[in-house]
């Protein structure tokens, strides 16, 4: 089943790469999820599932059996969001191969995947932030880099993935507006303060000529070596900064674009504008950040209901006159 189903699947990730314009996380992902790693203990590709239960066809596969390979995911204790996740890669490669005419219909299709625990998301509060983007040391050129990194992963709200990729043609300081492209090849308008762009000014100027090389790079943000940094190096870093900055919490480039969207919130933003400045499809995927405080909230309401004034008013008015009444 192993070495049959290899064509398939590179197929499979040639369309989700040219059509769906996937990431290559989800690439390396779903191509795991099918066809297994045994690198770290039992066999949990679904394709090794299939070879255990001596499945040698697409076509050989219902609801029974992919019902069967969640319930020996779940006897593994594996996470819900990984099983979750292994059954989108699933549907979506069953998907396709009716796509492809290769089987007549999804086994897949109907099943649901496992119920997830509602987590709200870690966020640093405005001292946290504040300690955070104070760390980096602004008198070297990578210190001056990493303060930009910093600032700039607070004020737009960024993935790690559009941070890195970004070329100095989509950088519009003048303006404080930057082009990223996002998911899905997505390109989408974001707008920084006057401290992000006042940091990456000071970078652009002093430090990322001291880091360019021969090799000509539009890279925004280099190595030492005067290459494009990569996601994994940023993933890195940030904890590093996290601790001189003396946060217990565990934080990751994703914390400060979660810290961006409930500052943004907490402000009172519009949530379909930050829906847009995070680049989610979906309003439902924003919506996991209203998560306001009462105090705030309270404070939203009483500046935005005009009934809520008018009747604290009058009850300030009917406290009053009883106090003058006694």
């Known amino acids: 089943m192993q070495n049959a189903a290899q064509g398939y699947v590179e197929r ?5 790469e040219a059509e769906k314009h996937v990431s290559r996380y989800t690439v390396r992902n779903y191509t795991s999820d099918l066809i297994g790693n045994t ?3 039992t066999e949990k590709g679904f394709f090794q599932f299939l070879e255990s239960q001596k499945i040698h066809s697409f076509a050989e596969v ?3 059996v992919v019902r069967a390979y969640l319930g020996h995911l779940i006897d593994q204790q594996i996470a819900k969001v990984s099983i979750a996740r292994k059954l989108s890669a699933i549907r979506s490669f069953y998907r396709f191969l009716v796509r492809e005419h290769i089987i007549e219909h999804n086994p897949v299709e109907l099943i649901v995947s496992p119920k997830q625990a509602h987590r709200l998301p870690e966020f640093l509060t ?3 932030i504040s300690a955070l983007l104070s760390i980096p040391d602004c008198t070297t050129p990578l210190g001056l880099r990493d303060n930009a990194i910093l600032e700039l992963f607070y004020a737009a709200g960024l993935r790690v993935s559009e941070l890195v990729s970004l070329d100095l ?3 519009d300081l003048s303006s404080r507006e930057i ?3 996002g998911k899905g090849n997505k390109e989408r308008l974001v707008i920084i303060g006057a401290p992000a762009v006042q940091a990456l000014q000071n970078y652009l100027d002093i430090a990322r000529p001291k880091l360019e090389t021969e090799v000509s790079t539009q890279a925004v943000f280099l190595n030492y070596k005067g290459v494009r ?6 993933q890195r870093q940030i904890p590093k900064y996290t601790r001189a900055a003396g946060i217990s919490k565990k934080v990751h480039p994703h914390t400060i674009r979660h810290t961006f969207a409930t500052h943004l919130l907490d402000g009172g933003a519009d949530l379909r504008v930050v829906q847009d400045l995070l680049g989610h499809a979906n309003l439902s995927t924003t919506q996991i950040y209203t998560h306001i405080t009462q105090n705030q909230a309270r404070r939203v309401y009483m500046d935005a209901h005009p009934m809520a004034t008018l009747k604290d008013s009058a009850n300030e008015h ?3 006159a009883s106090e003058t009444a006694k």
């Open 12 to 16: 499979f990730i040639n369309y989700l």
């Open 39 to 41: 690198r770290h203990g």
């Open 62 to 64: 219902d609801k029974t």
């Open 126 to 128: 405005h001292d946290e």
């Open 169 to 171: 043609q989509r950088l």
């Open 179 to 181: 082009r990223v492209m």
């Open 229 to 234: 940094l990569t996601e994994r190096w940023v």
């Open 318 to 320: 009917s406290h009053a």
